[in-house]
């Protein structure tokens, strides 16, 4: 009898394209700036996607609007996260510790990932990054290969 063994990776799907955006904006202005140039809709989710790290847990905010009518689903999140009052051990009782978590540790120039999810097989995303671009304090927005990416686990949410 063969043995099958299932791998991780059958479960998870690559049929979403990944955007990196660089900008100086607040995450809720990024999200209506977006919002205005795509004409989405993006709207805070009040859950935060979390990551544990030896040092403690980090939560990182994040928009999202589902298109029902295209069955795509949009996400803004924020790339880095910063976990204060970390497990770390110090040696001061009030010496407080921030550090800086990323979600995707490959790419920490990109303050924001926008997660496009459900896109067919001819998803044009040059037209997305040039309207991104037009946006006022965004610095560049590229699109991010997800074959090779070692934090992929990161993007599932």
């Not at 995450?27 to 990024?30: A, C, F, I, N, R």
């Given at each position: 009898m063969a043995i099958h063994k299932i791998q991780i990776n059958d479960f998870v799907s690559d049929d979403y394209e990944l955007i990196a955006i660089h900008s100086s904006l607040e995450?809720?202005?990024?999200a209506y700036s977006l919002n205005v140039v795509l004409g989405i809709q993006l709207s805070k989710n009040l859950s935060y996607v979390e990551i544990a790290i030896p040092e403690g847990k980090s939560a990182f905010s994040n928009y999202i609007f589902d298109?029902?009518?295209n069955d795509i689903v949009w996400t803004l999140?924020?790339?880095k996260a910063t976990i204060i009052n970390s497990n770390k051990q110090t040696s001061s009782l009030f010496e407080q510790i921030d550090i800086t978590v990323f979600l995707l540790p490959e790419f920490k120039?990109?303050?924001y990932l926008l997660k496009i999810e459900n896109i067919d097989y001819g998803f044009e995303s040059e037209s997305i990054i040039e309207k991104i671009q037009e946006i006022k304090n965004v610095t560049t927005a590229y699109t991010i290969d997800i074959t090779n990416l070692k934090s992929k686990n990161n993007l599932i949410f």
């Open positions: 995450d809720y202005k990024l298109d029902k009518k999140i924020e790339n120039k990109a303050d």
